[in-house]
Nanobody, 116 residues
Framework: VQLQAYGGGLVQAGGSLRLSCTAS????????MGWYRQPPGQQRELIGT?????????ADSIKGRFTVSRDINNPIKTGYLQMNSLKPDDTGVYYC?????????WGQGTQVTVSS
């Protein structure tokens, strides 16, 4: 399974970005897609997850600002992270992963920089 997260960039505080995650290869119909970020000099942290059935779970630190979703046309392999009301503290490298029977797969991250 290969994953690619993209859509990052530079945005002003208060702005929005939508990241996409696309999986390819042997992706199971039952999987959990997760979004994580790694701020500069810090450890990677969980943002939120979404099951293949659409159940979501979020870290308390971003509740109400970030939303994870699945693509309506390709829900097994494509997901999104909608980020609103961005703050400079949201700066970091954002990653997606897929957890399924057989393992956990990570993609290359995408840089998000929020300027004040």
């Amino acid at each position: 399974v290969q994953l690619q997260a993209y859509g990052g960039g530079l945005v002003q505080a208060g702005g929005s970005l939508r990241l996409s995650c696309t999986a390819s290869g042997r992706v199971n119909g039952l999987n959990v897609m997760g979004w994580y970020r790694q701020p500069p000099g810090q450890q990677r942290e969980l943002i939120g997850t979404i099951t293949s059935g659409g159940t979501t779970d979020y870290a308390d630190s971003i509740k109400g600002r970030f939303t994870v979703s699945r693509d309506i046309n390709n829900p097994i392999k494509t997901g999104y992270l909608q980020m609103n009301s961005l703050k400079p503290d949201d700066t970091g490298v954002y990653y997606c992963n897929v957890r399924q029977t057989g393992g956990v797969y990570w993609g290359q991250g995408t840089q998000v920089t929020v300027s004040s």
